[in-house]
């Protein structure tokens, strides 16, 4: 029988994307030569991941008091890394060390990340997700050692579980209210995938505008997509070929708005002066757009940092937090600029 390819460090630092000898400092804890904490963790969580089976017991400097955040996925260019940099340097001014393992929605890699960090003075786990969902974590109910909080996300079978999230209904409800208040009587949702949550409330809180405003809720206007440029493209080409067209967009991410955009300026339909369009979350292209694009910043630097804060000041109330975001007006709805 042909044995198993052992993992090396060679396998760990091609696939961390640091060099052989960076591996080997990190794996033998080393403290001679200055690295990163990030380069260290990222070490660290890509050798768990890989199966090494050499890993040393993780650790913290000096003993000192940890918190740690696991999220099941991040790209670089998610609004949600807001939450993360407040909840880092809230974790900073009150001498406490934030560390961040991606656990790409592997389950045993979480538990193997918190039976370590059971070993270590950790005193509060954030799991996280980057996209607010309701979430099952009956996986995680035996380790109670440390205590834990949801961050972005909730378990409704876990009433007294504490959970901090933005409210995507309130958000949904502000945006459209803004485009109706703008004169907008015909309002199109380019909602994301329907199973998420977060898709869920948005198009409740359109919905819900609509219906305050005595304005129709026309299923035709409301096009699912899977968050795609291309998907958004052709949601907004059918909206257009509709017989009586939308007089706004309201697109559930600014990422889809951007496949809106193009859509619109191939139909040769002018932002704002022909069709009112509005985003969601805020990310930095909103801005670099052209017309630059109205979005609601979510909260998520707020909720971070009340995160840590809970699991710092060692609460133990069943607390849920729900905050509401920001609108931020640009050109793209405003016919008057």
């Known amino acids: 029988m042909k044995r198993k390819n052992k993992v090396t460090m060679n396998d760990i630092a091609r696939t961390a994307g640091v060099s052989q000898a960076t591996v080997s400092l990190v794996l033998n804890q080393s403290r001679n030569i200055k690295l990163s904490e990030d380069t260290r963790q990222r070490v660290i969580s890509v050798a768990t991941e890989l199966g090494y089976d050499r890993l040393p017991a993780l650790h913290t400097p000096n003993n000192q008091e940890e918190i740690a955040l696991l999220i099941s996925s991040l790209q670089s ?55 607010t969902t309701l979430v099952d974590i009956s996986d995680f109910q035996d380790c109670n050692r440390i205590p834990l909080v949801l961050l972005n996300q909730r378990d409704p079978g876990l009433p007294l579980l504490p959970s901090f999230i933005p409210d995507d209904y309130a958000n949904a409800f502000q945006v459209t209210k803004h485009l109706i208040d703008r004169g907008a009587r015909r309002i199109a949702h380019i909602a994301g995938e329907s199973w998420m949550e977060a898709s869920r409330q948005r198009l409740a809180g359109y919905q819900a505008a609509l219906q305050q405003a005595g304005l129709p809720c026309d299923d035709r206007l409301v096009r699912q997509t899977n968050w795609q440029f291309n998907e958004s493209f052709t949601a907004t080409r059918a909206l257009l070929e509709l017989d009586e067209r939308p007089d706004a967009i309201f697109c559930a991410s600014d990422w889809l708005a951007i496949g809106c955009y193009q859509a619109l300026a191939m139909h040769g339909v002018q932002i704002p002066r022909d069709m009112l369009v509005a985003g969601y979350d805020d990310q930095k292209i909103s801005e670099q757009m052209t017309p630059s694009l109205t979005s609601i910043e979510l909260p998520y630097g707020e909720l971070g940092r009340l995160a840590v804060e809970y699991l710092y000041n060692q609460e133990d109330a069943a607390t849920h937090v729900t905050l509401v975001g920001r609108m931020k007006v640009r050109q793209s709805s405003s016919k008057d600029e």
């Open 77 to 131: 260019y998610d609004p949600f890394i807001d939450a993360i940099s407040q909840a880092r340097e809230t974790a900073c001014r009150n001498e406490l060390l934030l560390t961040v393992y991606d656990y790409g929605d592997d389950v045993k890699l979480a538990l193997n990340f918190i039976r370590q960090l059971e070993k270590r003075n950790c005193i509060g786990i954030i799991l996280a997700s980057p996209v």
